[in-house]
């Protein structure tokens, strides 16, 4: 659960090592627009990172085709 009980907008917290989650790029603001991806990439690093430190875990971020996938690595 999030901040105030609300459902987290990522599932970190049900993760186990080795499964994903896929954030989607939505065509709009990312269809050919790199920087954009990447953008959205350092935002979901920087929530893996916070992620981490409150449930003692590591995550790893990659640009796919399709978005940014997630993974738990340990």
Do not use: I, Q
């Not at 920087?46 to 990659?62: E, F, S, V």
């Amino acid at each position: 659960a999030g901040k105030g009980g609300t459902e987290s907008k990522y599932p970190f917290e049900r993760m186990e090592v080795g499964d994903s989650f896929l954030v989607t790029a939505d065509p709009a603001p990312f269809y050919g627009d790199f920087a954009a991806l990447r953008r959205l990439r350092l935002n979901l690093m920087t929530r893996c990172t916070k992620a981490g430190k409150r449930w003692g875990r590591r995550y790893t971020t990659r640009m796919v085709p399709e978005g940014v996938r997630v993974w738990r690595v340990e």
